[in-house]
């Protein structure tokens, strides 16, 4: 196809559509289709097929931006191109996020940064023009999830856009790339990343750009919050860790502490605050560990006092927390703040202190039972929840014994059992004593069972309190939320009461938590 034939037919595209626009108002056409016309002609090069992609709008603005760039633009490279027409062309992005709590808030991020740039976010099911995909590593499984949707995708949308990022595509990239991949990033630089996803888009050129975790020293601050609709925002404080236990590769994918700075912290919450959020989750690789990098090393319950009195009359919900950080000091810092939602999640991973020392963890059974204590002290009626580990190498069976009546004795609120999974690179890989499938299954069963247990003791211990609920969504007949310690709640009604809170009367049980009556 010669250039004068191709301006020919992006002519006759952009003239019915200008039509169809004045009669409609809007018409779909393939964007990307007379997108790259554009760009192919204005580097004086031939179209030899036509792409065809995902359906989005053309409305007037974009037409006569595009009539303007082919007519007055003899040459233009890839940076120009964008410049000056990609940021009134509106694609639609579909994300989706494997994992822990800060791959959602940067799933987020990157959302907000890409609506910001006049962008549109699509549901990932649906038809876009491009699919992110935030991967997680924590475990094997993990690592298979991520590949097998990349798969899925790019064999449903061969002419979209594939990206990816995160934990999996920080340490094993060349795995993704065999994949077929058109945007690679890692699990830093959130914002760079979303310049790619618009470069790669524009030029039809494959970005790359996969740091070395280990090196960095920055705390890359993005847009806190997510999508309007939602009721419960997450803030990010804090990446990285360097507890190195033996088991897991996220310090190798994450790198070093690094920690937002107070006074950052503190204006995002006021601005989630002002947003209409109700609740807001301070969240980190290892929040346990926020400060420890900043001028004068402070601790994380002075971010949690400044977080309560900056928003008093939103709810403050912790992430995972490392035992150690709770102390007596710590409980009475924060104990005062009416707003600090009555939740602590603990990271145990195993009930056994010769298991914990093979795991490299920094604290025994003791250590963490204080805590538990401490916090069922200063926090009466509280929900303690936390991870565990079975199958670990060479646990034996008295060791798993000696866990599971560990944690009979904590009494946890609600549990998240993970049989062991090896991660090439750490030192629990090259451990003797590797137990198969059949333990960690049978294991793993015997460990549910008894958190089932202990989470529907919880439960029946709120029958009879009033608890005050956040109503995020309507399930059928219910009205549904969660109450400050985390469980969800029922309440049958015609009502729509998201975003408000409420008191309720717990009165029974009910699916995945309680049912009750508004008062």
């Given amino acids: 196809m010669n250039v004068r034939l191709t301006y020919g037919?992006?002519?006759?595209?952009?003239?019915?559509?200008?039509?169809?626009?004045?009669?409609?108002?809007?018409?779909s056409v393939s964007m990307n289709d007379v997108q790259a016309y554009f760009y192919h002609i204005l580097l004086g090069q031939e179209v030899n097929t036509i792409p065809s992609s995902a359906i989005t709008?053309?409305?007037?603005?974009?037409?006569?931006?595009a009539f303007f760039v082919i007519f007055n633009r003899q040459t233009a490279d890839c940076a120009g191109f964008q410049q000056e027409v990609l940021v009134n062309l509106t694609m639609k992005f579909g994300f989706y996020t494997l994992g822990c709590k800060v791959n959602q808030y940067e799933t987020q991020a990157m959302e907000r940064?890409?609506?910001?740039?006049?962008?549109?976010?699509?549901?990932?099911?649906?038809?876009?023009?491009?699919?992110?995909?935030?991967?997680?590593?924590?475990?094997?499984?993990?690592?298979?999830?991520?590949?097998?949707?990349?798969?899925?995708?790019?064999?449903?949308?061969?002419?979209?856009?594939?990206?990816?990022?995160?934990?999996?595509?920080q340490h094993a990239a060349e795995d993704l790339k065999a994949l077929g991949v058109d945007v690679l990033g890692g699990s830093a630089g959130r914002e760079e990343f979303v310049e790619?996803?618009?470069?790669?888009?524009n030029c039809g050129e494959k970005q790359e750009k996969v740091d070395a975790a280990l090196r960095r020293r920055e705390f890359e601050v993005l847009p806190a919050g997510g999508l309007e609709e939602r009721t419960r925002a997450m803030l990010k404080v804090q990446d990285g860790c360097t507890n190195f236990c033996t088991y897991c590769i996220i310090p190798y994918t994450r790198g070093p502490v690094r920690s937002a700075p107070l006074d950052v912290a503190v204006a995002q919450a006021k601005e989630l605050a002002d947003r209409g959020y109700r609740e807001i989750v301070v969240t980190g690789i290892e929040i346990a560990s926020?400060?420890?990098?900043?001028?004068?090393?402070?601790?994380?319950?002075?971010?949690?006092?400044?977080?309560?009195?900056?928003?008093p009359q939103i709810r403050i919900r912790l992430g995972s927390l490392e035992p150690r950080i709770i102390t007596r000091e710590f409980c009475e810092k924060i104990a005062k703040?009416?707003?600090?939602?009555?939740?602590?999640?603990?990271?145990?991973?195993?009930?056994?202190?010769?298991?914990?020392?093979?795991?490299?963890?920094?604290y025994d059974t003791k250590r963490y039972l204080e805590s538990v204590d401490l916090?069922?002290?200063?926090?009466?009626?509280?929900?303690?929840?936390?991870?565990?580990?079975?199958?670990?190498p060479g646990e034996t069976e008295a060791e798993f014994a000696e866990s599971l009546a560990f944690i009979r004795r904590c009494r946890f609120a609600d549990m998240h059992i993970f049989p062991y999974s090896r991660r090439p690179g750490t030192p629990a890989d090259k451990m003797p004593g590797q137990h198969g499938n059949a333990v960690k299954e049978q294991r793993s069963r015997e460990a549910i069972a008894v958190a089932e247990e202990l989470r529907m003791d919880y439960l029946k211990g709120l029958l009879g309190s009033v608890q005050a609920v956040l109503f995020e969504e309507n399930q059928g007949e219910y009205a549904t939320g969660h109450a400050p310690n985390y469980c969800k709640v029922y309440v049958k009604t015609d009502e729509n009461w998201h975003n408000e809170v409420k008191n309720v009367r717990i009165?029974?049980?009910?699916?995945?938590?309680?049912?009750?009556?508004?008062?």
């Fill in 9 to 27: 037919i992006t002519v006759f595209l952009l003239i019915v559509a200008i039509i169809l626009s004045i009669i409609y108002g809007e018409v």
């Fill in 113 to 169: 940064l890409l609506l910001q740039r006049g962008q549109e976010i699509g549901a990932f099911e649906g038809d876009c023009d491009a699919y992110v995909v935030n991967t997680c590593s924590v475990t094997a499984v993990a690592d298979k999830k991520s590949r097998a949707m990349l798969r899925r995708c790019r064999r449903e949308h061969p002419q979209a856009l594939l990206a990816v990022c995160g934990c999996y595509a």
């Fill in 290 to 311: 926020w400060g420890r990098d900043l001028p004068g090393k402070p601790e994380l319950s002075v971010l949690l006092a400044a977080l309560c009195e900056t928003v």
């Fill in 375 to 392: 916090l069922n002290e200063f926090f009466p009626g509280c929900a303690v929840t936390t991870d565990m580990i079975v199958a670990f």
């Fill in 57 to 65: 709008y053309i409305r007037i603005p974009h037409i006569i931006t």
């Fill in 337 to 362: 703040y009416p707003n600090l939602c009555p939740q602590f999640h603990l990271s145990m991973q195993s009930g056994s202190d010769s298991v914990l020392e093979r795991m490299h963890r920094k």
């Fill in 507 to 519: 009165t029974g049980l009910y699916q995945d938590g309680l049912t009750g009556e508004a008062e």
């Fill in 196 to 201: 790619m996803l618009l470069k790669a888009l």
